[in-house]
């Protein structure tokens, strides 16, 4: 027989002895909580991480550019962004409040 299969069932069945069965129970029950919470928690971070890094990217409206929110121009065109940003946010009203005037012109 295989010494190491013996060593080990007779160390098991002394530690059953002494701390008992319910205590190997709530062991594999932890260490089995611990692998499926542990993937949950780093997906969970990298969400958070992903989105606060997704609000600090600018596009410049007149060339497209993408920048990292830590300049306040567009490297491209030199287009002033802060104040971009703030015409945007204006410029979200209710539909109904805004008027859209159209003059019509003859096409020759």
């Known amino acids: 027989m295989n010494k190491n299969l013996v060593t080990y069932s007779i160390i098991f069945l002394i530690l059953i002895s002494l ?3 319910n205590f190997f129970l709530s062991l594999i029950g932890n260490l089995l909580l611990l692998v499926l919470l542990i993937p949950l928690l780093i997906l969970s971070v990298l969400l958070i991480s992903f ?5 600090k ?3 410049c ?4 550019t993408v920048t ?3 300049n306040n121009t ?5 287009a002033d962004l802060e104040n971009e940003n703030t015409n945007s946010t204006e410029s979200l009203k209710k539909p109904s409040e805004t008027t859209i005037e159209v003059k019509a012109e003859e096409v020759k």
């Open 61 to 64: 409206s007149q060339c497209g």
């Open 51 to 55: 989105n606060s890094l997704k609000s």
């Open 74 to 78: 567009c490297m491209n065109c030199g």
């Open 57 to 59: 990217v600018n596009t």
């Open 68 to 70: 990292f929110g830590i």
């Open 19 to 21: 701390f008992g069965f």
